[in-house]
Structure formats: C-alpha cells, structure tokens
C-alpha cells in the first residue's frame, strides 16, 4: 500500500512561484509512476503533469508548458511540481498520483488507471 502526502499550497499573487512536493511511503517509490492532477471549482479534473516511473518521459498539459517542471526524486521518494508565471487560471486542488507499474518508460495519462492519491494541496492565485 501506498500513502501519498502533498504540501507547499497556497496563496500567491499572479506571476509568482510555488513549488508543491508530495512524499510518498510503502510499496517501491521506483516502480511507481506518478502524475499531479487538479481540480478548480465547478471543473472536471484534469492532468497537469505525469512522469514514468524511470523519471524519463514526461507530459505536460498545453496549458502549463514552458511554467512548470514535475520532477520524480527515487532516491527521497518524492515528487515535485514546481509552478512558475503562475495565473489565476491555475487556482485549484492539486493531488499527486501513483500507479505501480513494470514498465518503466511508461506514462499513464489516465486518472482512472491510477490507484493511489494524495489528499491535495490548495494552490490559489489571486492578486
């Protein structure tokens, strides 16, 4: 089993930078791929960023290409999402995701196919 815990949400005003992390405990942190999902008020939600489990391939939603970079540390078990040029637009609750998979390069875009999350983070951007 596999628990997932996010910090470093908040409050900021546009243009700024937050760094979200989600630590990860059980199961083998290296076989995991892993994803930052968000949800805002009212949304559907929608993949922001997903790495595979050999923290190679990545993908990004268009939206936030070019400010944000999600980066999977084996060696602390932890996976980061760090914001920057952050917009009103990005206001949401943001939650990591975990999948356990033997296929190393893969990227799992579906938030259905993952079997673990955190509880979320707020991260809201408003001036």
């Known amino acids: 089993q596999v628990q997932l815990q996010e910090s470093g949400g908040g409050l900021v005003q546009p243009g700024a930078s937050l760094r979200l992390s989600c630590a990860a405990s059980?199961?083998?942190?290296?076989?995991?791929?892993m994803a930052w999902f968000r949800q805002a008020p009212d949304k559907e939600r929608e993949l922001v960023a997903a790495?595979?489990?050999?923290?190679?391939?990545?993908n990004y939603h268009d939206s936030v290409k070019g400010r944000f970079i999600i980066a999977k540390d084996n060696a602390k078990a932890t996976l980061d999402l760090l914001m920057r040029s952050l917009k009103p637009e990005d206001t949401a609750v943001y939650s990591c995701?975990?999948?356990?998979?033997?296929?190393?390069?893969?990227?799992?875009?579906?938030?259905?196919?993952?079997?673990?999350w955190g509880q979320g983070t707020q991260v809201s951007v408003s001036s």
């Open positions: 995701a975990a999948k356990a998979t033997t296929n190393f390069g893969e990227i799992i875009l579906n938030s259905d196919e993952y079997d673990y």
């Open positions: 790495v595979a489990s050999n923290n190679g391939p990545v």
């Open positions: 059980g199961g083998t942190f290296r076989s995991l791929a």
